[in-house]
């Protein structure tokens, strides 16, 4: 495993910026997994972040450590959870997504990543 993988793996939540569709910026802490390369956060579809990512779905995710940064930026779409994507989400929280009708399944594409 990469460095950057035992990163993804070991941190508990990531911080997500989405943009409202005034322009301001929304900044939350929040679940995640990441798979091939995807990253994957699941929440209320009429949540603020969920609200502004179907206006708008670029995205940018830092990880909590801003000693040795780990950022990206990209795009996020809903999607339904692939079988991997729920044994991630199974092993790092003891949470089946499959089980959570109150959620929805957001993928994010990376386009940059800045590795501290």
């Known amino acids: 495993m990469q460095m950057s ?10 911080w997500m910026a989405t ?19 995807k990253w994957y956060f699941a929440t209320d579809p009429n949540s603020v972040k969920a609200r502004n990512l179907q206006h708008n779905p670029a995205i940018a995710i830092s990880l909590e450590d801003g000693m040795n940064p780990y950022v990206i930026e990209g795009n996020a779409i809903v999607v339904r959870p692939t079988a991997k994507v729920v044994e991630q989400f199974k092993k790092k929280y003891d949470w089946d997504v499959n089980d959570d009708d109150d959620y929805v399944l957001f993928e994010v594409t990376v386009k940059r990543k800045v590795l501290g």
Request: aromatic share 6%; net charge negative; proline share 14%.
């Open 5 to 14: 993988d035992e990163r993804t793996a070991n941190a508990p939540t990531m």
């Open 19 to 37: 943009v409202r569709p005034n322009g301001t910026p929304h900044l939350v802490p929040i679940w995640f997994v990441v798979v091939d390369e």
